[in-house]
């Protein structure tokens, strides 16, 4: 049956996916999960909070209770209930939410390929922080714009710095809470001065908050969608509450941009399972998130806590951090001779891994930096592992 | 908080969103729902065909097993036993599939995204049927393609007559099995020579094959990939043989190509629920759809000659239609007069629903074909809508 011989296929690519690059991060996860690694590298959420009783007897329920309809296709904007859910909470901040505005997506990472699909075209300008979160550079790519990285301090992005750079950009992609790579929280006047700013200029401002409900203190700062609806694009996730396993989240946008980006969603994946949106609706609905999250916060805190306990410790005095006030990591910045990569390849002869700062910079990367991440290391691990680093580094002082 | 009297923003759009359209199918779903219409128009496969409880144990069992692991983050290619149960059956054809070169998606949809992604530039020529898969259409359409259509008959799509079409393009887009929308199925003698004829030309295939597996008679013809894995991009589908809402497809190809969809794909929504797919292979392992396929096929086939018995009855003598072997439509042809749009408009006042062919057809629409569903309507609701089609289309002779 089989054809004799065949010519071998010359594949062509599109001249998109010739510049496809594998996430650095999952390279590194790679070489990192040997369980004899003390790996500061993940970025994913600690299993010891996956409420995996209570989501096995909501797929129980739902799945007894609907499993014709669970299992069957589904719409593509997303299961009612939940996108009224999800409206409703948003709308707690004041600004008015309705669930037509709410498109539910197979992960945040999905609603990033969409926008980059409805908003970017080849060179379009594209403006992110400095530096940003890793997978939206990724997702943004694959639709080739021009990023241009926008200024930060401690305190995140400077509004003030807009003015010389939004001319033409198509958006401004932000993500104020304990960010990804950072740990920084944009404080509350510089989100008013952001919202505004880019009202005036007419610039569409995405607002990437997967890690909002991890604030380890007191209340998180008000959403900037609450301060203008009409002019920033909210995208919110399951992944780091509940489970990210299940891919589930979801993106708020204005009613004509909705819609487009419904449409975009279901010629690349006609819907999300609707199984899957209805045992979280099935979770959420009663307020399980508001007893769960707490302890998800006690976990990482405290965890956080014992890491910038050892580097006060271990650490050279030349070497700067910072102090996330939530989420899942803390940003390092090494005196600038210390070329985080080759250090990486050091920490990992002596056990220890990270992420190196660079591939989070969508421009000139600053090559004495590196990322942390606290979640899934126990107390003792982590206190070693930041003393082995700690001594590294001082080797290269 | 909110700020005062914001600018509203003017969207700008990406040159391929402003062509994004709705699939017709699903517009017309939405009114044919109502329960009084008797609705030959959908493509959803019978909810009465869901092993609902089987599907329910292997939740209970996998989040109980590996409640932990399933909940997390996974890789990209996929749940590597599931992969090599996938690459295992495919090479039962004769073919050595190995489990690298298989991709698992959120569904064929996603597939179809993917390929679009990574093979299609603007302009690209595509080869699909006449006509072909809307879904198809759909998701390649975003990539801003230059469609052309290939030559088909009662058997499929015609081999010789690629040779004056194929220069330059980027793909041929075919659906062999029981084709949606015409029922086709693409004779062995074809199935040969069009691998062959590809392979001449250098041209990579896709055979997208959702419905393989529900034939009425008998083993299903061999397929393309197993004739030439080295240019046969194959894409599977657990949509129609288990449950569509747990959106789990599968795409197979040559090594240079799997990795690039897999890139495009981490970037894309980074991977597949995890636990979908650990489900699944649970399902599948011991042989669940071995038993379970023929009761399928059973159900579909039986409805099936139910209404072409009723067409045989009821349809005018201009009329001609298919007569499928397997899958889940008929394809109708009108005498050429008869526009079947506005018969849709004049049968859904009569209770009866169907899909126009237009929107099928990449290039110059026949205005007077439709496509008929049967699976998810009882014998005796088959028999009267027909009936009342058959009279409306007499009507216009």
Chains 1, 2 share one sequence.
Not at 179 to 186: A, F, S
Not at 238 to 249: A, D, Q, W, Y
Request: contains cysteine; hydrophobic residues 40%; charged residues 20%.
């Amino acid at each position: 049956m089989k054809i004799e011989n065949p010519n071998p296929i010359q594949w062509r690519f599109s001249e998109r996916a010739t510049q496809l690059q594998s996430s650095f991060i999952r390279e590194i996860l790679k070489i990192t999960q040997q369980p004899e690694i003390i790996s500061f590298a993940g970025g994913l959420p600690s299993p010891a909070t996956f409420p995996v009783d209570v989501m096995k007897e909501a797929f129980d329920k739902v799945l007894t209770d609907s499993g014709k309809v669970a299992l069957q296709y589904g719409p593509t904007d997303g299961y009612l209930p939940l996108r009224q859910w999800i409206a409703d909470r948003l709308s707690e901040g004041g600004a008015k939410i309705v669930p037509e505005q709410v498109l539910m997506v197979s992960g945040s990472q999905q609603a990033l390929d969409l926008l980059g699909k409805v908003l970017i075209d080849e060179g379009s300008k594209v403006l992110v922080e400095t530096p940003s979160y890793l997978g939206a550079l990724q997702a943004f790519s694959v639709y080739r714009p021009e990023f241009v990285s926008v200024q930060t301090d401690d305190h995140g992005l400077v509004p003030e710095s807009l003015d010389n750079v939004a001319q033409g950009a198509r958006l401004l992609y932000a993500l104020p809470n304990f960010q990804n790579p950072t740990g920084r929280t944009l404080s509350l006047e510089r989100r008013q001065q952001l919202v505004e700013t880019c009202a005036r200029l007419g610039l569409p401002l995405i607002e990437d908050d997967p890690y909002g409900a991890l604030s380890y203190k007191g209340a998180p700062l008000p959403k900037m969608v609450a301060m203008n609806p009409d002019g920033v694009i909210y995208m919110g996730s399951f992944s780091k509450v509940l489970t990210p396993g299940i891919r589930l989240g979801y993106v708020v946008a204005p009613l004509g941009l909705i819609r487009r980006l419904e449409l975009a969603k279901q010629a690349s994946d006609l819907h999300t399972s609707q199984l899957t949106q209805m045992v979280v609706h099935h979770v959420v609905k009663d307020g399980f998130l508001d007893q769960h999250i707490p302890t998800i916060r006690q976990l990482y805190g405290d965890q956080c806590q014992v890491m910038l306990d050892a580097m006060d410790q271990h650490f050279p005095q030349a070497v700067t951090w910072t102090r996330p006030e939530g989420g899942m990591f803390i940003w390092v910045t090494l005196p600038k001779h210390i070329d985080a990569m080759a250090l990486l390849d050091e920490a990992i002869k002596h056990k220890v891994a990270f992420v190196p700062g660079s591939p989070f910079y969508a421009n000139s990367p600053e090559t004495h930096t590196l990322r942390l991440s606290f979640v899934t290391v126990p107390p003792e691990r982590i206190r070693a592992g930041i003393e082995i680093l700690g001594k590294l580094i001082a080797s290269k002082l």
